[in-house]
């Protein structure tokens, strides 16, 4: 008696005793296969193995992150251990492992258990994502609201303009405040660094333009006057399509020349020469507010504004010309975004940060090289615009005479676009 209590039931019996249905033959309960892992370029990883068909994506990626510890390789083990994604090939068709093994097997059209399933793996991101679980500081000493922030190009400083008419410098390396730079006499409504990162500008209510030293925070000259209602937008001119000031063998290496644009509730643009401070042009033709303004980094130079009259302009600022006026949207334009943005507002800087540069021509130089390896991987310069009509337009760089096209206007905000 006591050897029949310790012989189990056969499964069926105990199926039966529990309330479940029998699995049939061939319902693939059960099954197992034998699998070979291999990377994204075809390298295999460990022996074939048998497992259950019914093995999900998480335990697939657990045996991987697994079999990886076990190999001898340069990678550490954070990097082993990123999130992975699965798929089966069976006679060259890839089916991407969403949930269980045994659905993608389902989903192929010669599904056999009597072969080697071969299952591709490959790191969901080139980079490990940490995400974020805390903020690091709390950056106190406004006393008004803050209305607009701004990166230096090498990334070691911030720079804020507030309610309060001041503009603070940041160092982020030590995330303490730097100076706080006095002179405006309303509300700081917009700020730009220069590309190659020796000057700041901000403007604001007041209708003026002041330019700072990044380094020190003097004053760089006498404030910049000429509109005539609050300046809402800044753009300095890309630092490779710029002039050289002063001599390159100087020992306090100097930085080229740059232009810098102004966009003003009074429907115009200046354009100013920041070493005279003076202005050069007045391009005027819109009919309201300009929201912003944006400087091409193509060979032309042209720059592109945007108005509450509806409209986009494209100006040659060699000449002051009115280049193009594109009419698309319905509403006011609120924003403008070019794909080479990043590019042109880091300069020469790259991911390292700060580099010595010997010349202004040596700077501008290696900002040329960032941008033309941009539009090598972009395929060109475009312009994305938002308006008051809830949709996007995508305009393209074209050149001469023309200056840009739209690409196709995007659909689907219910309000405003803002930013």
């Known amino acids: 008696m006591h050897l029949a209590e310790e012989v189990s039931a056969p499964p069926a019996k105990r199926a039966k005793q529990q309330g479940g249905e029998v699995a049939s033959p061939g319902s693939g309960v059960n099954k197992e296969v034998v699998i070979q892992f291999c990377d994204h370029q075809d390298n295999l990883l460990g022996t074939q193995l048998a497992v259950p068909l019914s093995m999900h994506r998480e335990q697939l990626e657990d045996l ?49 258990t ?11 991101a080139a980079f490990k994502v940490r995400p974020l679980t805390r903020c690091s500081t709390s950056l106190e000493g406004h006393t008004e ?5 701004a990166f230096s190009p090498d990334g070691s400083q911030l ?50 333009l002041r330019l700072w030293k990044g380094a020190s925070g003097d004053a760089a000259g006498i404030p910049l006057k000429g509109h005539t209602k609050p300046v809402t937008a800044l753009a300095w001119q890309p630092l490779h399509l710029s002039s ?20 003003s509730k009074d429907s115009t643009v200046r354009l100013w020469n920041t070493t005279t401070f003076q202005c050069l042009r007045v391009l005027s033709g819109h009919r309201d507010s300009i929201t912003q303004v944006k400087w091409s980094g193509e060979k032309e130079g042209y720059l592109y504004t945007a108005s509450r009259d509806t ?32 590019v042109m507002r880091a300069g020469p800087f790259g991911e390292r940060g ?10 501008r130089e290696a900002a040329r090289k960032r941008y033309e390896a941009c539009i090598k991987t972009s395929g060109g310069e475009k312009v994305l615009s938002g308006s008051d009509d809830s949709t996007l337009i995508l305009w393209k760089h074209v050149g001469a005479p023309k200056g840009l096209v739209q690409v196709c206007r995007m659909s689907g905000h219910q309000k405003l676009v803002n930013h």
């Open 354 to 363: 700060a580099q010595p540069f010997a010349s202004a021509s040596e700077m």
């Open 311 to 342: 409209t986009l302009k494209v100006w040659d600022c060699v000449s002051g010309r009115l280049v193009s006026d594109l009419k698309g949207h319905g509403h006011w334009v609120n924003s403008l975004a070019l794909s080479t943005d990043y």
């Open 114 to 124: 009597e072969r080697v399933l071969h299952i591709r793996f490959a790191p969901l």
């Open 159 to 208: 720079a804020s303009g507030s309610g309060d008419m001041t503009v603070r410098l940041w160092c982020l390396n030590t995330e303490t405040p730097l100076r706080t730079l006095k002179g405006h006499s309303n509300w700081v409504l917009c700020l730009a660094w220069a590309p190659h990162g020796q000057l700041l500008a901000s403007a604001g209510m007041d209708g003026s």
């Open 244 to 263: 050289v000031c002063g001599d390159d063998s100087e020992q306090s290496r100097p930085f080229p020349s740059l232009m810098l644009a102004s966009a």
């Open 64 to 112: 991987v992150n697994q079999l990886l510890l076990e190999e001898p390789t340069e990678e550490d083990e954070d990097e082993k251990k990123v999130r992975k994604e699965f798929s089966l090939t069976i006679d060259d068709n890839r089916i991407e492992i969403t949930d269980s093994l045994q659905e993608a097997f389902d989903a192929s059209t010669n599904p056999s």
């Open 145 to 149: 609201a803050i209305l607009c922030v």
